[in-house]
């Protein structure tokens, strides 16, 4: 009812305040784009089973990616994609819950997408704008638990020379922004898909 929908905008709320104050360093620096970031972190956010990534876009607002690891975690659905539109000012909320982990719990697999999804969606991190896919890349389009990790590493690559070869690349997100801080570097990126190279 109404009080299950005020708890969950709480929790909503609350995880996006605190993204933003520990981000803010980094996004007020510009490493980091104000709506490129995980939002939701399932049972630490007290939203059990929920994953929301947040995304940049060419639309009125940023674009969030869903989802539900848990048959339980589908409730919360229709409260964060009215959160999305009215509280966020979100352009779309996409919900992959096309995960094997699901058929667990004998809960069907689906994508469905809630407002516009913008012509262009993407991460920014280290400089480098990443475009994803919110209804067809891996997971939620990107992996942003690695970004202290790919900034360290662009770090160090920043003094190094040669080739810098990227398996398992994906959309780019550890070479390219190794080639932002040394553009004396030339990048070779491998992986099984064409669509993400």
């Known amino acids: 009812g109404d009080h299950f929908r005020r708890e969950v905008k709480t929790r909503l709320n609350r995880a996006l305040a605190l993204r933003r104050v520990l981000l803010s360093p980094k996004i007020n620096a510009g490493e980091v784009g104000p709506n490129s ?10 939203l059990p089973g929920l994953i929301v990534d947040l995304f940049e876009s060419s ?17 919360f659905l229709p409260v964060l994609a009215e959160w999305v539109e009215k509280d966020l000012g979100g352009s779309a909320l996409v919900v992959r819950n096309d995960l094997d982990v699901r058929s667990r719990e004998k809960v069907e697999q689906f994508t469905e997408t809630f407002g516009v999804l913008p012509a262009r969606t993407y991460a920014s991190e280290g400089g480098v704008e990443f475009e994803i ?20 590493f ?18 780019g997100s ?19 898909s064409k669509s993400a190279l």
């Not at 970031?37 to 007290?46: I, K, T």
């Not at 639309?59 to 409730?75: I, L, S, Y």
């Not at 939620?140 to 360290?152: A, I, K």
Request: proline share 1%; hydrophobic share 45%; aromatic share 10%.
């Open 154 to 171: 662009a770090e160090v690559m920043s003094q190094q020379k040669g080739i810098l070869l990227d398996c398992f690349s994906y959309i």
């Open 59 to 75: 639309g009125r607002g940023p674009v969030a990616v869903a989802q539900c690891h848990a048959a339980g975690a589908d409730m």
């Open 37 to 46: 970031f995980r939002l939701v972190f399932g049972e630490s956010d007290f």
């Open 174 to 192: 550890w070479g390219l922004q190794a080639l932002k801080k040394n553009a004396k570097l030339e990048l070779l990126a491998v992986d099984i």
């Open 133 to 152: 896919s919110a209804l067809k890349g891996l997971k939620t389009g990107y992996f942003y638990d690695l970004r202290e990790h790919r900034g360290r």
